[in-house]
């Protein structure tokens, strides 16, 4: 087990059994993430409404905020994701007898907790509220522990150069070219662990392209407005479009974001690049604010109604994000009216006063998919006996909520029939008798989609499996069919 040491106050120490001892950074080199960016996050989504003690933290300097964090939200440090060929190499080192330094910048106990879990390191060094172990700090507080003997360094970042320069010997672990030459400049380099590839395509994983499909929906009041022919309407629309990928671009990294630390025990969750590492939380912490104000503004130029109601979008998802999604039935409620909300988007950016059957359908039809998720999940559960996912639900739950859905399922069809023998349905269309047709389309399809959903067999994002299924496809282009036809047909 590793040894407690405070590098400010405690002796130096031999150098170990071999000749010269490794010593290794935690941030970003033993550990994919940076532990005060986790800290922060885990802090962030228990309390978001204390965010301003960061300020009051951090004013009392970064190793004060990095104690304050750990006290007040210490992370599970068994869900952190490591690399993987860098501790195999540290364990064939330690089975050789030689002498393993944890040495990091993140506070002692938090860099104590990995050490434990790892069962790596003969002595652990970090902050400790007063210092920072960073850089020229970490340099000294080495050479004063090996009594100036020589040492080999593992790290990632230019602030490791300062501990490089009196190292023996340079091990990189994700370097950038440029740093590993500064780095050879002043050091031998040994081992180089390099980046995993594909950060590019990491971060169109993170922002989700294909879930912007969902976004189609601000199309609606443009499409049944019957207004696609005017220039004007089509191209607020497409801004529209463009605006609300950006703002759920953005809070997609933020859910994934509060949800790391579930994500990383999930079974396909886990590969999500928050989760897996192969994106920092601080890159998100940065680019998902970026992205929100982007589409306000892109918003702000559609019109104003429409801004506001992207901004009312992007309260409640961030709402959700650290609270709602962890109340039962609260959740897929807010799921449902996130839905909805886009189609109050695409009315408002038009300016077309939208339907009361419209807006009620809209809120029981995705009530209800929200539902099937939300079973899905609980399906898996049961199944792989997992520990619940933090949404608040139980595994007998499951049963209720099917009732639920497949009411609220029916319920949505419903709403449409009333829409279908409304007497202003009859002035928007040239056929509207033609419109009952899609009736039993639509029944079928939820009907099988709560059928599979009972069976295990529905992905937990209903929209998504549409998307692949082929069924779902058909009977998709079916009803665009039949209201094409039921618009335009002249006899």
Known sequence: MSQPFDPLTAPGEPAGRLDIPLVVDLDGTLMANDMLWETAS??????????????????????????????????????????????????????RGRTLVLASASHGDAARAVADHLDLFDV??????RRNLRSDVKAQALLDLFDGGPFEYVGNSRHDLDVWRHATTAHLVSARRSLAARAASSSTVGRT???????????????????WVKNLLVFLPLLASHRVGEPAALASTVMAFVAFCMA??????????????????????RARPFAAGTIGLGSGWIVWPLLALAGLALGLAVSVPFCLVLLVYLLVTAAYSFALKRQPVVDVLTLAGLYTIR????????GV??????????????????????????YKTRESQLAPNGRGYESQDLELLSSYGVATSVASVLVFTLFVDDPGTAQLYRHPQLL????????????????????????????????????????????????????????
């Open 42 to 95: 885990r802090f962030l989504s228990q309390h978001p409404g204390r965010a301003h003690w960061l300020v009051r933290w951090a004013a009392q300097g970064k190793a004060h905020l990095k104690k304050e964090l750990w006290a007040a939200a210490p992370v599970r440090v068994e869900r952190l994701k490591y690399h993987a060929e860098l501790v195999d190499w540290l364990r064939e080192e330690r089975a």
């Open 353 to 378: 006063e939208l339907s009361v059957w419209l807006l009620g359908f809209s809120g029981f039809f995705f009530l209800s998919l929200a539902l099937v998720k939300r079973v899905s999940e609980l």
């Open 248 to 269: 759920a671009s953005s809070v997609y990294l933020l859910n994934d974001i509060a949800d790391v630390e579930h994500d990383r025990i999930h079974p396909t969750k």
């Open 343 to 350: 189609i109050v988007a695409g009315g408002a950016a038009v």
């Open 124 to 129: 652990v060094l970090g902050s400790d509220g």
């Open 436 to 491: 009952w047709f899609a009736v039993p389309v639509l029944l079928w399809w939820l009907m099988r989609v709560w059928l599979l959903a009972h069976r295990g067999q529905m992905d937990e994002d209903p929209i998504l499996f549409a998307i692949k299924d082929r069924r779902s496809v058909i009977c998709a282009g079916s009803i665009v069919a039949i209201f094409l036809v039921a618009t335009l047909y002249p006899g």
């Open 193 to 211: 662990f390099p980046t995993p590839p594909g950060l590019v395509r990491n971060w169109v994983r993170a922002l989700r392209p294909h879930q």
